[in-house]
């Protein structure tokens, strides 16, 4: 018999109790799937969980027009706490895959604009996957800001010879011009934005989670050679921390400094870890993913996304996993890294027993993660940590035994 049908009455009535619902946030293919065995099997037998659900399959993000995004993210601003699963941004292909009205626009992109928030990203380090560079002692969080730059652009083809140029027509009708480019033939231009708000609150997202989490802050663009738009960066950053944040930072011994990116990315190798690195929007994509690889993979990897009036949206940082959700459907077995989706959960519940002052749900919160990591490090993985793992003797589980043994892990615990 399966341990989740054991439970009675009196088991039932031993689940601890929640005060405010999470928002829950549903999501596609492989994950979707993981998803449901986290809930059966490490959830709901200890949980009174309370959620106000939202399915942002694609399917039905295409059946609503998309309109269930953001019914989710307003849903997120009102309870504070919100868990997501991972999500399919569609592209040509999946607009005939899925029959698609439109192709809908990122879900993580609609939720972070809407909330004005920050990502912060970090590895989750287990012994047994060490990291590449081995001096990395500590996990390094990834802050990325998540408003403008390439993901907001425009974009034209240009046809042949012609002038570009660089507008902007104030509300008196007052012009700003400047060439971009005299073109001979044919090329490309690019405009990218960001507005001094957005960049405020990713600034002061960033100082307030480094006093959060006790670690010290980096902040890295490139101003040397975008003078304007990156050195706008610097600038409101440094003007955050001095009338806001440098008194708070001395007096917890932590340190806040602005490089150049090339400069961050040559001095992340030779530290130890266990700081914040703070990037623009492309910059912080493309170093999380360096990171978390460098710590094994992207399905050991949180994020987390704080918005500046502190509302907070967890999820695994990586996607749906879709090579092993075609062979799901087949009827193959898989053995799918479930780690960062486990601890997008945790990170919720946590959060949420944090507001609400529930300290058991905050206790079952750090029960799971250490019953997670205790199953790894006792040489029970899947395939993708095996590849990698210095653990000699492993067992490879498939998706559902791996959960099913940290469970039998967790309730071996005291």
């Given at each position: 018999?399966?341990?989740?049908?054991?439970f009675?009455?009196?088991?039932r009535?031993?689940?601890?109790?929640?005060?405010?619902?999470?928002?829950e946030?549903?999501?596609?293919?492989?994950?979707?799937?993981?998803?449901?065995?986290?809930k059966?099997?490490?959830?709901?037998?200890?949980?009174?969980?309370?959620t106000?659900?939202?399915?942002?399959?694609?399917?039905?993000?295409?059946?609503?027009?998309?309109?269930?995004?953001?019914?989710?993210?307003?849903?997120?601003k009102?309870?504070?706490?919100?868990?997501?699963?991972?999500?399919?941004?569609?592209?040509?292909?999946?607009?005939?895959?899925?029959?698609?009205?439109?192709?809908?626009?990122?879900?993580?992109?609609?939720i972070?604009?809407?909330?004005?928030?920050?990502?912060?990203?970090t590895?989750?380090?287990?012994?047994?996957?060490?990291p590449?560079?081995?001096?990395?002692?500590?996990?390094?969080t990834?802050?990325?800001?998540?408003?403008?730059?390439?993901?907001?652009?425009?974009?034209?083809?240009?046809?042949?010879?012609?002038?570009?140029?660089?507008?902007f027509?104030?509300e008196?009708?007052?012009?700003?011009?400047?060439?971009?480019?005299?073109?001979?033939?044919?090329?490309?231009?690019?405009?990218?934005?960001?507005?001094?708000?957005?960049?405020?609150?990713?600034?002061?997202?960033?100082?307030?989670?480094?006093?959060?989490?006790?670690?010290?802050?980096?902040?890295?663009?490139?101003?040397?050679?975008?003078?304007?738009y990156?050195?706008?960066?610097?600038?409101?950053?440094?003007?955050?921390?001095?009338?806001?944040?440098?008194?708070?930072?001395?007096?917890?011994?932590?340190?806040?400094?602005?490089?150049l990116?090339?400069?961050?990315?040559?001095?992340v190798?030779?530290?130890k870890?266990?700081?914040?690195?703070?990037?623009?929007?492309?910059?912080g994509?493309?170093?999380?993913?360096?990171?978390?690889?460098?710590?094994?993979?992207?399905?050991?990897?949180?994020?987390?996304?704080?918005?500046?009036?502190?509302?907070?949206?967890?999820?695994?940082?990586?996607?749906t996993?879709?090579?092993?959700?075609?062979?799901h459907l087949?009827?193959?077995?898989?053995?799918t890294?479930?780690v960062?989706?486990?601890?997008?959960?945790?990170?919720?519940?946590?959060?949420?027993g944090?507001?609400?002052?529930i300290?058991?749900?905050?206790?079952?919160?750090?029960?799971?993660?250490?019953?997670?990591?205790?199953?790894?490090?006792?040489?029970?993985m899947?395939?993708?940590?095996?590849?990698?793992?210095?653990?000699?003797?492993?067992?490879?589980l498939?998706?559902?035994?791996?959960?099913?043994?940290i469970?039998?892990?967790?309730?071996?615990?005291?």
């Amino acid at each position: 018999m399966r341990l989740c049908q054991r439970f009675g009455m009196e088991d039932r009535m031993a689940k601890i109790q929640m005060k405010t619902p999470l928002v829950e946030m549903d999501g596609d293919e492989m994950t979707r799937i993981l998803w449901k065995m986290i809930k059966d099997e490490l959830l709901l037998p200890y949980i009174d969980l309370k959620t106000e659900y939202y399915d942002l399959g694609l399917e039905y993000r295409n059946e609503t027009n998309d309109k269930v995004t953001f019914d989710s993210a307003e849903a997120t601003k009102k309870y504070g706490v919100a868990v997501k699963c991972a999500t399919i941004t569609p592209n040509a292909a999946r607009m005939t895959e899925y029959d698609l009205k439109e192709m809908w626009k990122s879900p993580n992109g609609t939720i972070r604009a809407a909330l004005d928030g920050t990502v912060f990203r970090t590895p989750i380090q287990v012994k047994g996957i060490e990291p590449c560079v081995k001096n990395w002692e500590k996990p390094i969080t990834l802050a990325r800001h998540a408003y403008g730059d390439v993901y907001k652009n425009t974009e034209i083809k240009v046809p042949g010879a012609g002038k570009a140029e660089l507008v902007f027509t104030a509300e008196d009708g007052t012009e700003i011009r400047e060439l971009i480019h005299q073109f001979d033939g044919s090329g490309i231009i690019q405009g990218i934005h960001n507005t001094d708000k957005s960049i405020t609150s990713f600034a002061r997202a960033c100082f307030s989670y480094a006093l959060d989490t006790k670690q010290d802050l980096w902040f890295a663009t490139k101003d040397t050679i975008s003078k304007k738009y990156d050195h706008n960066f610097k600038d409101i950053f440094a003007d955050v921390y001095e009338k806001e944040y440098k008194e708070k930072f001395e007096a917890a011994g932590l340190e806040y400094f602005y490089t150049l990116i090339d400069d961050a990315v040559a001095r992340v190798m030779k530290t130890k870890g266990g700081f914040i690195w703070a990037c623009k929007n492309y910059d912080g994509d493309v170093m999380s993913d360096m990171v978390s690889s460098a710590c094994g993979s992207l399905a050991m990897m949180t994020s987390v996304l704080v918005s500046p009036d502190g509302v907070y949206e967890y999820e695994a940082a990586h996607g749906t996993v879709q090579r092993h959700y075609y062979k799901h459907l087949k009827g193959e077995e898989t053995s799918t890294n479930s780690v960062a989706t486990i601890f997008a959960w945790t990170g919720a519940l946590r959060k949420r027993g944090e507001l609400d002052e529930i300290p058991e749900l905050m206790a079952f919160a750090d029960k799971l993660e250490k019953a997670t990591l205790q199953t790894i490090e006792s040489g029970k993985m899947t395939k993708d940590l095996a590849l990698i793992t210095e653990l000699e003797d492993v067992t490879v589980l498939n998706s559902e035994q791996f959960i099913q043994e940290i469970r039998t892990t967790m309730e071996a615990l005291d």
